[in-house]
Each structure stands twice: as structure tokens, then as C-alpha cells.
């Protein structure tokens, strides 16, 4: 528990020094500390999102508020072991390929959706239309009238 303990408090300590530095290193522990504790932190904004409004103003405002200590920190771990800071934009542009493609088949999949919806309607509308008391012998599709 007391190394739990240090281990938010060295993390506290690197965000309040360090918010946007992106110069310089991050030793391990630094860089876990800071990790393991947003994860943490994080773990409980989401579980505030079940408060509908203000657990969803919470999450955004934690979100937004970490996005540049972790960017900082994962900067300065990734010169420590010798690697340039850009790194860090791969997953980011991953990411945002993602949501592209995403988007794209989103877009492609709510007009398959619109006509599936369609077929169930007019499928409902004919069993309605069969188990009606007034059915005649044809049953007519209201797709065609």
C-alpha cells in the first residue's frame, strides 16, 4: 500500500512539474506512475458516467485535462531510450485512419439499416395483413399498392 502511495505522489509530483515539458527524460518508474495512475483515475470517471450529465462532464473534462501529461511523459520516456518524440503521433494517426474508416462504413452500413428496416415494416405489414379478420383470399403486399 505504501508503494501505491509513492507511486501517486511521484506521479502528482512529475504532472505538477512537468505539465507540458517535453523536453528532457522520464525514468520508468516516472513514466508508470504517471500511467498507472491516470489508468486509475481514469477507471473512475467512467464509472461517474453512469451520473448522466455531470458524470459525462467529468469524463471530458479528466480527458482533456490528461491528454498533455501523457503526451508530455510518453515524449520524455521515448527520449530516454533514445527515440525521437514524433513517435508518439503513430497511434494518434492510427487512430484517426480509424475513425475515418469507421465513419465510412458507418455511413455505407445506415443505408443497408434503412432498407432492412424497410423490409421489416413491410414484413410486418403483411402478417397484420394475413392474421386481419378481413383478409381476402390474395393477400396483396403493401409494398405494391
Do not use: C
Request: no cysteine; aromatic share 14%; proline share 3%.
Amino acid at each position: 500500500m505504501e508503494t501505491l502511495i509513492s507511486y501517486f505522489k511521484l506521479a502528482l509530483n512529475s504532472v505538477k512539474n512537468n505539465y507540458v515539458n517535453f523536453s528532457g527524460r522520464a525514468t520508468r518508474t516516472e513514466y508508470f506512475s504517471v500511467l498507472v495512475s491516470i489508468l486509475f483515475l481514469f477507471i473512475i470517471a467512467g464509472i461517474l458516467l453512469i451520473v448522466p450529465v455531470l458524470g459525462t462532464i467529468i469524463f471530458v473534462l479528466y480527458t482533456l485535462a490528461v491528454i498533455l501529461p501523457l503526451l508530455a511523459v510518453s515524449a520524455r520516456r521515448l527520449h530516454d531510450v533514445g527515440k525521437p518524440a514524433w513517435y508518439i503521433l503513430v497511434p494518434f494517426g492510427l487512430g484517426i485512419v480509424a475513425l475515418v474508416i469507421a465513419g465510412i462504413g458507418y455511413s455505407s452500413f445506415s443505408v443497408g439499416l434503412l432498407s432492412f428496416s424497410q423490409f421489416l415494416g413491410a414484413l410486418s405489414a403483411i402478417f397484420n395483413a394475413y392474421r386481419s379478420e378481413e383478409h381476402t383470399s390474395e393477400l396483396q403486399s403493401p409494398m405494391y399498392l
